[in-house]
């Protein structure tokens, strides 16, 4: 039974949204498999039947000013879509002292609401960060890959915790083109994000005379990647810097063991050269990411990229050109 006085003792009740006009939020029985077994952890979270509980966001502040707080290690990953951060989760994921929370819808709502226009945000914020980094023993490192529009809070979740480690996963401008230009749905979704940044005052972005309407999907892409390569940037070069950790998808992807090698020392996980090996070269890395029934490797990745410049790369081209024409800085295609 959901009991408010343990809700900070484990993860077992996941925090899974928050309303913020009825200030209520709800929960729902996780185990470990259940985390890990679920895509996402929004609408596909594959809690336990019957467990929806809510409780009243006044309750759940009380309790948490009442009760210790525990530093944890924690890392998020942040990332700007279409870039292997899943695959990054999962090999996370196949260590037993890592707790993997792949975008958990709670901190999506965070990150496109306004805290100057809810009551209560910045309250809201901390209790989700405590709720979010609980661990079944203390011994466990927390790894949460956001959902995109969460890059954003970048700053906010380094200064939450002073053991949090950020790992900004970046991919080649041209690359972050061609995965959107693949489908329909790709398409459609950066269109709304990018006219949803705009309309919310995205035009900080140095981009004041740019109307989302008149984009190709192309440049809507293009000028997606701009905006969270200046937040992986700002970042990068803040105060916090010694906390980030950047990288590339490319890397990840052809250089799997020294990559890993050099992100499991920052995250300050306990696994030695074998270890890494072991997951470098584990089976379930040459499935594909969100759908493991499909076999899918670096070669698969090679000839998907190629299949796409041959159908989009006149419109990737175009794409990265207006980026280039249109960046206050220099732009790796």
């Not at 002292?97 to 306004?114: D, G, H, R």
Request: hydrophobic share 40%; with cysteine.
């Amino acid at each position: 039974m959901l009991s408010i006085q343990n809700l900070f003792k484990s993860p077992e009740y996941y925090p899974l949204r928050v309303d913020f006009q009825k200030q209520i939020m709800a929960f729902v029985r996780m185990s470990r498999d259940t985390y890990r077994d679920s895509v996402f952890l929004d609408s596909r979270t594959r809690y336990l039947r019957g467990s929806l509980r809510t409780l009243r966001l006044d309750d759940l502040l009380l309790a948490a000013a009442s009760t210790e707080s525990a530093a944890r290690n924690v890392n998020y990953i942040l990332h700007p879509a279409f870039c292997c951060s899943t695959l990054l989760a999962r090999y996370f994921e196949l260590l037993p002292f890592c707790l993997v929370l792949k975008e958990p819808l709670l901190l999506t709502q965070l990150a496109i609401s306004s805290p100057e226009a809810l009551p209560k945000w910045k309250e809201t914020f901390e209790l989700s960060i405590r709720l979010l980094t609980r661990t079944y023993d203390e011994t466990q490192t927390v790894i949460i890959k956001v959902h995109e529009p969460c890059n954003s809070l970048g700053q906010r979740l380094l200064k939450a915790d002073v053991k949090s480690t950020v790992t900004f996963l970046m991919t080649p401008l041209r690359h972050f083109i061609l995965s959107v230009l693949k489908s329909e749905e790709r398409r459609s979704w950066v269109r709304r994000r990018v006219c949803g940044e705009m309309a919310s005052g995205g035009k900080a972005w140095g981009l004041e005379d740019v109307l989302p309407s008149d984009l190709s999907d192309a440049q809507a892409a293009a000028c997606m990647w701009m905006r969270n390569n200046s937040l992986c940037e700002q970042l990068s070069a803040s105060s916090e810097r010694a906390r980030v950790f950047l990288l590339e998808s490319d890397q990840l992807i052809e250089s799997a063991y020294e990559t890993l090698r050099a992100l499991v020392r920052f995250c300050r996980l306990p696994l030695d050269e074998i270890q890494i090996a072991w997951l470098v070269q584990h089976p379930s890395m040459r499935r594909y990411s969100k759908d493991v029934s499909l076999a899918y490797d670096a070669n698969s990745r090679r000839r998907e990229f190629a299949e796409l410049e041959r159908r989009f790369g006149h419109d990737a081209d175009l794409g990265a050109e207006w980026a280039t024409c249109h960046s206050i800085l220099p732009i790796a295609v």
